[in-house]
């Protein structure tokens, strides 16, 4: 009588594996494994094995190759594995971060730029790998108004090294306060030749401390003057009108004041003139 030989059913095997962050070696993770050929509900399945990108640098797309697969399954003895398909999935950079810098608060100046202190340093690289970080850095606030706990970034430091190209840099950003700058206003003196009249000739003051060519323009509130000089005593030749008052505070003539940190408006008025003996 005649044989008929059956030989084992040749299987293709195939696979996907899940996108990962560079970590300095080829592995990957397989997520799902197939196989193409099984005839009709036979129980075969592809196990095991061991994956791994082309290489250990990152980019989009990457081959990826499962090596040292098996067969399983109450039907596996009637086929082999002829070939596993290769599949591609992407390797990403991997965030680094920078630590060792801190932004100091400032007075109020009407400009974005924050001191900085310390020395940058990068923290997550893969081993003793060859990147490190270039540049100057400089520190900027988000806004140039007084506050605390303000948003400070910082720019200027980039990644350089044979492997920079598998990293990123997380941008940095600290935090510092903008404190009020004080403003000093001089009473500015005024005098009048004795006619017997109340004197209404006005008050002025000026101003010293503004920043970043800034005027009076940007104070909150307005610096206003009140009270008049009394009616000049008989028989005096002339006098000087008496103190200014700043917040309740005497100012004689051509003196100033310092207004304190946290004050937005001042008020001048100015008091009862002295008469000259």
Known sequence: DGQLAVTACGLTGTFTASDKIYDGNTTATVTARNLIGVVGADVVTLTGGTAAFDTKDVG???????TGATLAGADA??????TVNTTTAALTAKALTIGGLTAQDKVYTGTLPATLTGTAALAGIVGAEAVALT???AGAFATVGVGAGKNVTVSGLTLTGGDAGNYTLT?????????????????????KTYDGATYTGGYTASYAGFVNSETTGVLGGTLAFSGAAATAPSGTAGYALGNLAVNGTNVAPGDSITVAAGTTSVVVAAVAADAAA
Do not use: F, M
């Open 171 to 191: 941008p940095l950003v600290l935090t510092a306060a903008i404190t009020r700058a004080p403003l000093t206003v001089t009473a500015e003196n005024k005098t």
């Open 77 to 82: 003895g009637n086929y082999t594995l002829a």
């Open 135 to 137: 540049g100057t850095a």
């Open 60 to 66: 989009a797309g990457k081959t990826v190759t499962l």
